[in-house]
């Protein structure tokens, strides 16, 4: 048997495993598997975006608790790529799409671009989603929001007191339980001033409550 060294070995080996990445479609359009967390995860980012940027969805006039009552079974049945994007791209229509030919890219209004670095991750987004996404931020003109204005009485203090209440159950269904959770992480993130210097990472910490929240049986446990 011809003796083969060790670095050509190495080299066969990585071509190997290249060939399998592209076969399996590591390489190329995903068909992964993905986690109902990481799903939900992405879901209550693009819900958020949408909900502070999207100019029709700050008007107020769509109500957007109940987009993301009908995208939650939606996402939560989608275990593969496509199936969850277009439960995604239901979610923007819902909105009132974006439409990328009439947009031109501009400078984002946040400053700090890492900020939606999250759009850019093709395990979990489509080449469409992430194109529509990048449109709407760095398009985006700061205006007036109904989900959020300035407090009356505090300066610089944001109000969100037209935030839809939902009366006084301890123990709501899942679906509202995961609109509180997404809720609180979008607030959290867009209007917090000192969230870069928290000690924990926000998107960590969303991914570690998504499946408590949907796990709890009473209300001792949701609110624990």
Known sequence: MRHVNFKTFLLIAMCMCLLVSSSTGLIGKPNHHLDQTARLSGLAKVWGLLKYYHPEVATGSIDWDAALAIAIPDVKA??????????IENLIAAAGGIDIS????????????????WINNPRLFSISVRKKLRTLWQNHTPADNFYVKEHQYLNGVPDFSN?????DELYPDENHRLLALFRYYNVIRYFFPHRHIMDVNWDRTLNRFIPRAMAATNEMEYHK
Do not use: V
């Open 78 to 87: 989608a275990e593969d790529h496509e199936s969850f994007n277009t439960a």
């Open 102 to 117: 009439e947009c031109t890219p501009g400078t984002a209004s946040h400053p700090k671009k890492h900020f939606f670095r």
């Open 163 to 167: 935030e839809k209440a939902y009366g």
